[in-house]
């Protein structure tokens, strides 16, 4: 099956600093993935959408200047948390569509857990 | 837009017996609908799928049935095993490959040995 990578999988940093996130499809192109966060016993929430070539799409709510998503190529996206803040700590999850571009499945990597001081 | 609803939110269930899982959507024109396990500190992992021209798949000891009339579907999961501790979400999808996903509130499941 199709493998989704992140890097780094935890992160401390103090409030203020800013922090790089990074999510390969390690076997398979993907012009399109997802990043999602996930607060303690909570549910998965769609930030926004990373498009290879042109601008992300932001979720309601989510602010564009704070978590800049830049999609390098068809096989990284990366998410910046800008001058992080402790309510800014959570776990991320990037996502990508399967290579065949037949279905909707996504695949999910292992998750970046961000803790900030 | 999508809105999805899943319960309960914890489940506790004897080994050996069976666990059901289920979700409501309201968005008739969504198509796609999988079930993710999750265990901790990891990220979700696909156990099945099912698409809006089925009503019903099986894999083994899962098990998922669609009811797009009353647009709810759930999960089955028969024999449960310890392993099958882990946190489980529903979401549901629509239109073509790389359409995003709405997810569940999430299901807590504990199998007790």
């Known amino acids: 099956g199709a493998v989704v990578s992140q890097h780094p999988s935890w992160v401390i940093c103090k409030s203020g600093t800013s922090v790089k996130i990074e999510c390969r499809s390690l076997?398979?192109?993907?012009?399109?993935m997802f990043w999602y966060r996930q607060f303690p016993k909570q549910s998965l929430m769609l930030m926004a959408t990373?498009?290879?070539?042109?601008?992300?799409?932001?979720e309601q709510g989510v602010e564009k200047d704070k978590f800049l998503i830049n999609h390098a190529s068809l096989t990284l996206s990366t998410l910046t948390v800008t001058s992080a803040h402790p309510e800014d700590s959570s776990f991320y999850i990037c996502?990508?569509?399967?290579?065949?571009?037949?279905?909707?499945?996504?695949?999910f990597g292992p998750g970046t857990r961000l803790t900030v001081l | 837009g999508e809105n999805v609803e899943q319960h309960p939110s914890t489940l506790s269930v004897q080994e050996g017996d069976s666990a059901v899982i289920k979700c409501t959507y309201s968005d008739s024109a969504s198509n796609y609908f999988p079930w993710y396990k999750q265990e901790l500190g990891k990220g979700p992992q696909l156990i099945i799928d099912?698409?809006?021209?089925?009503g019903e798949k099986k894999d083994q000891r899962i098990a998922v049935t669609l009811n797009k009339t009353a647009k709810h579907f759930s999960l089955h999961i028969t024999e449960t095993q310890p392993e099958d501790s882990a946190v489980y979400f529903c979401a549901a999808s629509m239109g073509a490959a790389g359409n995003k996903l709405t997810f569940g509130g999430g299901t807590r499941v504990l199998v007790k040995p």
């Open positions: 990373s498009n290879e070539g042109s601008k992300a799409t932001y």
């Open positions: 076997d398979f192109q993907a012009t399109t």
């Open positions: 996502s990508a569509p399967g290579p065949s571009g037949a279905t909707n499945e996504q695949f």
């Open positions: 099912i698409r809006s021209n089925v």
